[in-house]
């Protein structure tokens, strides 16, 4: 048994406050990179690519765009829920070092994918699949990582530059941290908690 490994699974955060904008070495940014490339994927599609976004001007015009999000999420909210939000960070991109957006080609390695065929959706799964392996291995480097989802597709693929049949799937805020949480930020500030396991497990049918 590989306990690092679960040591590692169970130390990953979703990081929004804590980064610290030091450099991060290119040798490690290489090996959570290929730790990501190394992900199963759909047909052996690997339908992922990585935009290193560094760019100050970028980053704030992709800031403002989830400000403004974020403002439409808040006004359908209730007072009480509105009230808890306000307390919650939703995203580091100006605080972190970098930031990656990792896409989707649904085109890779087609026409005829390899198990696709029944599930287009499975393309998109081996794009998440190379995210987390991105993201374990950065919290293993002690690097944390922010996934931002409060965006606009088309906003973020002009922002970019991202062809039209190419689907942004992530925006990762990455870097070095002060510390990482033990517990969830969203649970810290009174949003949700986490569901114990054996609500989630169901034997022979749902
Ligand atoms: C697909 C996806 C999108 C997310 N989008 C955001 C986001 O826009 N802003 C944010 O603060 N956290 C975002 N998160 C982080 C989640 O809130 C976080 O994973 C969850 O609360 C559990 O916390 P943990 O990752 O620290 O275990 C996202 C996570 C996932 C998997």
């Known amino acids: 048994?590989?306990?690092?490994?679960?040591?590692?699974?169970?130390?990953?955060?979703?990081?929004?406050?804590e980064f610290t904008g030091a450099p991060v070495p290119d040798e490690v940014l290489h090996r959570i990179l290929s730790a990501a490339h190394a992900a199963p994927s759909v047909?052996?599609?690997q339908p992922w690519d990585f935009i290193l976004v560094r760019d100050a001007a970028v980053r704030d015009a992709f800031h403002e765009h989830v400000q403004r999000e974020r403002a439409a999420f808040a006004a359908a909210l209730d007072t009480a829920a509105a009230a808890r939000f306000a307390r919650?960070?939703?995203?580091?991109?100006?605080?972190?070092?970098?930031?990656?957006v990792v896409t989707y080609d649904p085109d890779r390695g087609g026409p005829a994918v390899l198990g696709r065929h029944a599930i287009a959706d499975a393309g998109l799964y081996s794009v998440c699949l190379a995210i987390q392996n991105l993201w374990l291995a950065a919290t293993a480097?002690?690097?944390?990582?922010?996934?931002?989802?409060?965006?606009?597709?088309?906003?973020?693929?002009d922002l970019l530059a991202i062809p039209a049949t190419i689907r942004p799937v992530a925006w990762l805020c990455?870097?070095?941290?002060?510390?990482?949480?033990?517990?969830?930020?969203?649970?810290?500030?009174?949003?949700?908690?986490r569901r114990p396991l054996e609500a989630a497990v169901?034997?022979?049918?749902?």
């Open 88 to 100: 919650i960070k939703i995203d580091g991109v100006r605080e972190s070092t970098l930031s990656i």
């Open 43 to 45: 047909g052996l599609s």
């Open 202 to 206: 169901h034997h022979d049918r749902w």
């Open 174 to 193: 990455v870097g070095p941290v002060t510390h990482v949480e033990t517990v969830p930020d969203l649970e810290r500030h009174g949003w949700r908690r």
């Open 1 to 17: 048994m590989d306990s690092q490994l679960y040591d590692v699974i169970h130390r990953r955060r979703d990081v929004r406050a």
């Open 141 to 157: 480097e002690r690097l944390g990582v922010g996934w931002v989802s409060f965006y606009r597709e088309p906003f973020l693929r």
